[in-house]
């Protein structure tokens, strides 16, 4: 199998927060693992690329310094909003890749107010 | 410019028949396709890929087509039921899935009953 998780599933936080949301492989190790964030009824856009052991790699226009992404092993990776605001809002999917396909998590959907 | 392209938003298919979809890319050096499926607040569940080398892959009821000269895949559902009931989406990577997603805009499939 090829089981992703994610934690937590929802959560509302005020503005100026910081939010961490993890992602963990259960039943595989993952040296690769992708955060995607997704508006309402659009598709996935990819955020940033984690790979454990070194730095993440960003999309352009996504800011590393708000979106912190730690992978620490090989079956899990955080993405810290850091001082969230309304704009973040949003729901948030990571991937790890086993093989060539990549599994997804359930999501997290983030509420700032 | 969209590198994957998904240009039915929508389809309904009664249940019992044929679910067609139909996925476009411009990028000729992708190599490897999946699609997946999603549901509302859900991370996309994968479904089946392909490599670029095959013009055919087939798990149970899923079968996905690649027509390389055309850049054009599909996924076919025989026979569609009522729980293939989702979004679907298109997703192309290069070096073979080694990479981040390029994912399409997804077609929603109703399996009328």
């Known amino acids: 199998g090829a089981v992703v998780s994610q934690h937590p599933s929802r959560v509302i936080c005020k503005s100026g927060t910081s939010v961490k949301i993890e992602c963990r492989s259960l039943?595989?190790?993952?040296?690769?693992m992708f955060w995607y964030r997704q508006f309402p009824k659009q598709s996935l856009m990819l955020m940033a690329t984690?790979?454990?052991?070194?730095?993440?790699?960003?999309e352009q226009g996504v800011e590393k310094d708000k979106f912190l992404i730690n992978h620490a092993s090989l079956t899990l990776s955080t993405l810290t909003v850091t001082s969230a605001h309304p704009e973040d809002s949003s729901f948030y999917i990571c991937s790890a890749l086993k093989r060539e396909t990549q599994y997804f998590g359930p999501g997290t959907r983030l509420l700032v107010l | 410019d969209q590198q994957v392209k998904q240009n039915s938003p929508s389809l309904s298919v009664q249940e019992g028949r044929i679910s067609i979809l139909n996925c476009d890319y411009t990028?000729?050096?992708?190599?490897?396709f999946l699609w997946y499926k999603k549901y509302p607040a859900e991370g996309p569940t994968f479904l089946i890929s392909?490599?670029?080398?095959?013009d055919k892959n087939e798990d149970g009821r899923f079968t996905v087509f690649l027509n390389k000269s055309a850049k054009h895949l599909s996924l076919h559902i025989v026979p569609s039921q009522p729980g293939d009931s989702a979004v679907y989406f298109c997703a192309a990577s290069l070096n073979s899935g080694n990479t981040p997603l390029v994912f399409g805009k997804g077609t929603r499939l109703s399996v009328i009953a």
């Open positions: 039943d595989f190790q993952a040296t690769t």
């Open positions: 392909i490599s670029s080398i095959k």
């Open positions: 990028n000729s050096m992708f190599d490897y």
């Open positions: 984690s790979n454990e052991g070194s730095k993440a790699t960003y």
